[in-house]
């Protein structure tokens, strides 16, 4: 028997989820597979720095894919700013993009003094980021109307 708060909560949740657009599903996929692999590069450090040296390599195949799925992510937030009318997902995915690829080579650099903290950063942006494209349906903005009237 289902209470008077699950009635009421259930069918915003499907309401909500029919009104995010196909593009919107596309980005809030692409931000998901971000954060699945941003929250393994730690994992993959910690191997290494455990003593298992293969877990370089699975921080560097980590780093590439991390990498390549956010490039895909700004891909994907500028349709959402051109098909939507949104420009904060494209902002913020620039920002974790930037900071990513200064993160990357930093890493490859061996400057730990910037990639480590750089990485906690990252991280929490893009679990952030996250949290945001799927808390509200990513629907088009009605376009900004004018004002006509003459002063």
Do not use: C
């Amino acid at each position: 028997m289902a209470t008077a708060a699950e009635s009421v909560a259930t069918p915003a949740r499907t309401e909500a989820a029919h009104r995010t657009s196909l593009t919107g599903w596309i980005l809030r996929a692409l931000v998901s597979a971000h954060v699945v692999a941003i929250l393994g590069q730690p994992v993959f450090a910690g191997v290494y720095l455990s003593g298992d040296y293969d877990g370089l390599g699975w921080h560097a195949a980590g780093a590439n894919a991390v990498t390549s799925i956010g490039y895909l992510q700004v891909i994907a937030a500028i349709m959402v700013w051109i098909r939507l009318r949104q420009v904060g997902p494209f902002l913020a995915t620039m920002a974790v993009v930037a900071a990513e690829t200064v993160q990357y080579f930093a890493g490859m650099s061996g400057a730990l003094w910037l990639h480590i903290p750089l990485g906690v950063m990252t991280v929490v942006a893009v679990v952030v980021q996250f949290i945001a494209v799927w808390r509200r349906p990513l629907q088009r903005r009605p376009a900004e109307q004018k004002d006509t009237e003459d002063a």
